[in-house]
């Protein structure tokens, strides 16, 4: 590990990565390189938790990609040398800012979007020009040796190398100095993570967890709404960080809400055979999700079957902030609902509880959505919509307080692996000598009309 890193280390001191032409051969090669092997990528995933083609590229590949495409076309513009004002006080001079990579980065990736939590960070890092260790998530076991051969095989591992291990070989590698570490994972994690990094003082990026809400108000477009979240809910059975964790639904539309989102599980024919459902990723989560279902309050599903890792798609009614399945992140295919009367409330409420990735709103009421948007704080979300933030190549994405710090995608992953120097660049001819001593009344005067605050 140690060999590894030093090596990175070598090359990065090198200068280079700093070249902008290496860096765009680099994420070329690294979307030839996927293209090429989406075949046994898709193989892999379906072999550790059923998970379909289809799936696999629309919310992992994709997103990849187009994250590679659109760091080969703007890394001119984000790695150039920015101008800035300069005061009155520094003229004359020039004012920029020199972006620079941070070097050698750790990605620490979780298991529920496999790829796509693996290769979009290492994108982030090789457009900004640091060289990668990537440690996938040991769990979908046969996704981790993929990532590993594909990358291992066709890159030079001085630039870019796949680390495979679980906790043992993850604790070893944070023992070491890294100069940025993106970590994706759970909040307990996360402040292991972040506990060792503090350490070395080594900046890291947090991308965790957590309870995301989407309220449902009185005059919503349910059936919409019902669509959207069955949709969002259940795509990766559930398995996915901005899914909705729990519904807040105004009282006055439990009956029709509750009918229209039976009949969008219903009409969805949720099955692995139909390519639009997954397993749960291994035994030991079955067996904590099937403990968050109170049978008494099942609506709809309830039933699973361990062997074979499946649960179905369950709704839990009349569920209250109290119950168990609302102490943490759910992280499955099961969907409480909890009845709201009054927003304000319902809004202190969620306040209480650490702030979440993603909040979703459903409404055509413009106060109610304002008033949820300004107060609630949480990562990113979506108006009549649910994960689709995620989606859009403009936006950054990552989490606040418990649910992570820092964010990346596009620009802001650029930004997440650079550090920005800012330069003060001042000619020779002139040297007024108003901060040299002696310090006399008449400077002071001047000095106090450089900075003079009105
Ligand atoms: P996890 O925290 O268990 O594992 C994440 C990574 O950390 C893995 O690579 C694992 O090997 C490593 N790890 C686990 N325990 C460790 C330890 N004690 N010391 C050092 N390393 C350790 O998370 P997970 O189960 O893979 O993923 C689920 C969590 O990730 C959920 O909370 C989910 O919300 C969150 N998540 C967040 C995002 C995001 O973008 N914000 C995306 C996906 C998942």
Redesign the pocket.
């Known amino acids: 590990m140690q060999n590894l890193i030093q090596a990175q280390r070598n090359f990065f001191n090198s200068n280079a990565t700093k070249d902008i032409k290496f860096r765009k051969q680099q994420l070329k090669k690294l979307f030839n390189v996927l293209k090429d092997n989406e075949q046994l990528m898709y193989d892999a995933i379906y072999t550790d938790f059923k998970k379909s083609a289809f799936d696999t590229y629309s919310t992992e590949l994709a997103l990849v990609y187009s994250d590679i495409k659109e760091a080969i076309k703007k890394v001119d513009d984000w790695a150039s040398i920015k101008n800035r004002p300069t005061n009155l006080l520094n003229l004359p001079a020039i004012s920029y800012v020199i972006p620079e990579p941070l070097g050698v980065s750790l990605v ?6 496999p790829y796509q ?1 693996s290769f979009a960070p290492a994108v982030s890092a090789i457009v900004a020009g640091c060289t990668v260790i990537l ?5 979908p076991e046969n996704t981790s040796k993929t990532i590993a051969k594909i990358i291992n095989s066709n890159f030079d591992s001085d630039f870019f190398k796949v680390v495979e ?3 043992e070989e ?2 070893e590698l ?1 023992k070491e100095k890294f100069d940025k570490i993106f ?8 402040k ?2 972040y506990q060792a990094a503090a350490k070395h003082l080594t900046p890291v990026t947090l ?4 309870k995301s809400p989407a309220f449902i108000t009185p005059n919503a477009n349910l059936k919409i709404a019902a669509k959207r979240l069955i949709w969002s809910k259940f795509l990766n059975a559930g398995q ?3 899914a909705p964790d729990y519904l807040l639904v105004h009282k006055s539309i439990k009956d029709d809400f509750l009918n229209l989102l039976k009949i969008e599980i219903e009409n969805s024919h949720f099955d692995t055979k139909n390519g639009n459902y997954v397993q749960i990723v291994n035994k030991r989560n079955v067996e904590r999700l099937i403990k968050l279902i109170d049978k008494e309050k099942v609506y709809i599903g309830g039933n699973y079957d361990i062997e074979k890792r499946l649960i179905a798609p369950t709704i839990l009614d009349d569920v209250n902030f109290e119950d168990s399945i609302m102490e943490e ?1 759910i ?1 499955g295919p099961i969907l409480p609902i909890i009845y709201y009367d009054n927003l304000e409330e319902t809004i202190a409420k969620v306040k209480e509880m650490p702030k979440p ?1 993603s909040c979703y709103v459903f409404t055509k009421n413009k106060t109610s959505k304002n008033k949820i948007l300004s107060e609630i704080s949480f ?1 990113g979300g979506c108006v009549n919509e649910a994960v689709m933030h995620l989606s859009n190549p403009n936006f950054g ?3 606040v307080g418990e ?2 710090m820092g964010s990346y995608h596009g620009e802001e992953g650029f930004k997440a692996f650079s550090h920005f120097k800012s330069i003060l660049d001042k000619p020779t001819w002139i040297e007024p000598n108003i901060k040299y001593y002696p310090h006399t009344p008449l400077k002071l005067k001047l000095l106090k009309f450089f900075f003079r605050f009105n």
Do not use: D, M, Q, R
Request: proline share 2%.
């Open positions: 620490i990736g979780a298991w529920n979007y939590l440690k996938p998530s040991e769990i291990g679980g906790i993850t604790t944070l970590f994706t994972g759970s909040t307990a994690v996360g292991i993570v991308e965790l967890g957590g996915t960080c901005i992140e992280f990735l990562g994405f990552g989490g649910s992570g």
